[in-house]
């Protein structure tokens, strides 16, 4: 487990990015898992300067995003994948093909759960894996009492993670009240895994990982056990 201190959000974005350049420097066609939010924007920004630099390519590059919204259309502003395609996926060259994220709209959403973590398996595991972490210490979608087994399944959000969220709505009520995520257990299965917190914010969340103390009650306290953590995490204070 390794613990980078940055002093800014920049120079967690920059850091987050160089790992991300490693790992593609070194496996071309490596599968990615990605995460949305605030605290991943400035690695978006950090890893097309990149791609754009010639210094990595995403032609052979798939990738597995955390979650998505249930009930949203995916072209509605708000969904994660138009955050992704916004951020990230149309300023490089990978392919439609080759990203993924749940499909909030399936017909058959407890299919669609049982679908996404097969095709992470068929894809040979995510290789690399980027996460933020909520205030109460959730990983993408898994709330404080998930299950540390638990695998991609359909959650229902908490009202402190609706009200988080309520940034990218018109409103408190737009903000769907189920998602789709990876669990636990399918973060665990990622070879490598990088945490980024930045801000006041995140400094209570980061105390409690830091603590040591494993428990379903602090979700990400799981990654403790994890044989490839890297903690990226600062604040201004
Ligand atoms: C996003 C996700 C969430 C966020 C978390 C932190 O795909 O899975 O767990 O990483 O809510 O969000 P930000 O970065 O906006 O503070």
Same mark, same amino acid.
């Given at each position: 487990?390794?613990?980078?201190? !940055? ?10 990015? &160089? ?13 990615? +898992?990605?995460?949305?939010? +605030? ?36 072209? &509605?502003?708000?969904?994660?994948? =138009?955050?992704? !395609? ?8 990978? /392919? ?22 097969? =095709? ?15 205030? *109460? ?9 998930? &299950?540390?087994?638990?695998?991609? *399944?359909?959650? *229902? ?13 018109? *409103?408190?009520?737009? !903000? ?26 995140? !400094? ?16 990400? /306290? ?16």
């Amino acid at each position: 487990m390794k613990w980078i201190k !940055v002093s800014s959000y920049e120079e967690m974005s920059k850091v987050a990015c &160089s790992i991300f350049v490693k790992q593609l420097q070194h496996k071309s066609n490596s599968v990615l +898992g990605f995460a949305t939010g +605030g605290s991943p924007v400035g690695f978006y920004k950090e890893i097309v300067k990149s791609y754009q630099a010639g210094e990595i390519s995403f032609d052979h590059v798939r990738s597995f995003n955390l979650d998505e919204y249930i009930g949203i259309p995916s072209n &509605s502003p708000a969904s994660y994948y =138009s955050y992704m !395609v916004e951020n990230f996926f149309q300023h490089v060259n990978i /392919s439609k093909e080759n990203y993924h994220l749940p499909d909030g709209n399936a017909i058959d959403l407890k299919e669609e759960c049982v679908r996404y973590d097969k =095709s992470i398996e068929e894809s040979g595991g995510i290789d690399l894996q980027l996460l933020g972490i909520g205030v *109460n210490g959730h990983i993408a979608f898994n709330e404080p009492g998930t &299950s540390f087994a638990s695998l991609t *399944n359909i959650v *229902n959000l908490t009202e402190s993670t609706r009200i988080e969220n309520a940034r990218y709505f018109e *409103n408190i009520a737009d !903000v769907p009240t189920q998602a789709i995520t990876m669990g636990i257990q399918s973060i665990m299965n990622t070879k490598k895994i990088v945490l980024t917190a930045f801000g006041d914010k995140k !400094v209570a969340a980061i105390d409690q990982l830091y603590s040591g103390k494993i428990t379903e009650d602090y979700p990400a /306290s799981q990654l403790l056990m994890h044989p490839n953590l890297t903690v990226i995490y600062g604040s201004e204070g």
